[in-house]
């Protein structure tokens, strides 16, 4: 099966950045549907291990949106570089598959 959907994480500082951006890249149609959850982050940063409570995006997409869709992540976000990756849906429902590219393209 070919799929040209693709899974979009990014990680936000708070819920309110995390809701703020999600509903964005839905009223643009840069997104079709975004999850969030709260999450716990460790990693390094100046030099210094990190250990802080971040909102975890699952952004539900297509591979032609990925583009605008970091960018307008860039715009909003308050992180210097925010978490921004794309992970290939190798297989899926058609009709969820279809109704991501339905919504992605109005």
């Known amino acids: 099966m070919e799929t040209d959907a693709i899974v979009v994480m990014v990680t ?3 819920e309110d950045e995390a809701v703020a951006i999600a509903a964005l890249l839905v009223r643009d149609h840069l997104a079709a549907c975004v999850s969030l959850f709260p999450v716990s ?12 409570p971040e909102w975890q995006l699952m952004i ?3 591979q032609d949106k ?3 869709l970091e960018t307008k ?13 794309a992970l290939p849906v190798t297989a899926g429902s058609m009709p969820y598959l279809n109704w991501i590219s339905t919504q992605v393209q109005s």
């Not at 982050?41 to 802080?52: A, C, G, L, M, R």
């Not at 992540?73 to 210097?80: G, Q």
């Open 73 to 85: 992540v860039r715009e909003l976000h308050t992180y210097d570089v925010p978490e921004i990756i």
């Open 60 to 62: 539900k997409t297509q």
């Open 66 to 68: 990925f583009a605008d």
């Open 12 to 14: 936000a500082s708070s």
């Open 41 to 52: 982050s460790i990693y390094t940063w100046d030099n210094k291990v990190q250990n802080e």
